[in-house]
């Protein structure tokens, strides 16, 4: 009995001791995790804003590229422009060299007025040329075609004085006599036959001179 009791004793001695051990103690976790990401955070934010700094950076050159090219350009353009001005004020004017041939077509074409018009624009630039005499030769016949009888007297006049020796000079004359008959200038178309006849004797002009003085 003294023995069950005594074991009862340990027994309850142990529980007791048991009842009396402390719980451990749970330490709160470290925020770590709650502090790496702001930096993470701010450390991506700082290099994006590097890289936008340098892109403006680099757009700031291209754009001062762009001016340097553009000023360069201006200024090419600028020294064209006086050199064209420059041509073009030590260019003469000059009549197309087709008016003349042109003139020739319209009479071939029977376009007497229009001959008659591109004719006086070229000898109004070009009275001493080679081809004055033929200009001047064709003006009196397109007149001649249009019953401009005085007109085709004072142009083929005027080739009489300035062109002696041009093959058409004798028919200049001939013109002038059948144009004063018209405007019943008889005495007047005697005197030019005659004058015809005397400057040049051997042309046919002089033989149709003889032939209407009979």
């Given at each position: 009995m003294k023995r069950l009791t005594l074991f009862s004793l340990i027994i309850l001695s142990g529980s007791l001791c048991a009842c009396r051990t402390p719980a451990p103690v749970v330490l709160p976790e470290?925020?770590?995790?709650?502090?790496?990401?702001?930096?993470?955070?701010?450390?991506e934010?700082?290099?994006?804003?590097?890289?936008?700094?340098?892109t403006n950076r680099q757009l700031k050159e291209k754009i001062t590229q762009l001016e340097r090219r553009q000023n360069d350009l201006e200024r090419s353009i600028a020294v064209l422009a006086d050199r064209n001005n420059m041509a073009m004020e030590n260019t003469p004017?000059?009549?197309?060299?087709?008016?003349?041939?042109?003139a020739q077509q319209a009479y071939q074409n029977k376009q007497y007025t229009k001959a008659v018009s591109l004719l006086n624009d070229y000898l109004q630039e070009n009275v001493g040329s080679e081809n004055s005499a033929d200009a001047l030769w064709l003006l009196a016949q397109s007149h001649t075609k249009l019953n401009n009888c005085e007109s085709a007297v004072r142009t083929a006049h005027q080739l009489t004085q300035r062109h002696t020796e041009y093959s058409h000079t004798p028919d200049a004359f001939l013109l002038i006599a059948q144009c004063q008959n018209r405007l019943q200038q008889k005495d007047s178309a005697k005197t030019t036959l005659r004058s015809l006849i005397v400057k040049y004797?051997?042309?046919?002009?002089?033989?149709?001179?003889?032939?209407?003085?009979?």
């Open positions: 470290t925020p770590t995790q709650t502090i790496e990401k702001p930096i993470q955070n701010n450390r934010i700082e290099n994006r804003f590097n890289e936008l700094v340098e004017d000059e009549t197309p060299p087709n008016t003349l041939a042109d004797p051997n042309s046919r002009a002089a033989q149709k001179a003889q032939q209407l003085l009979k």
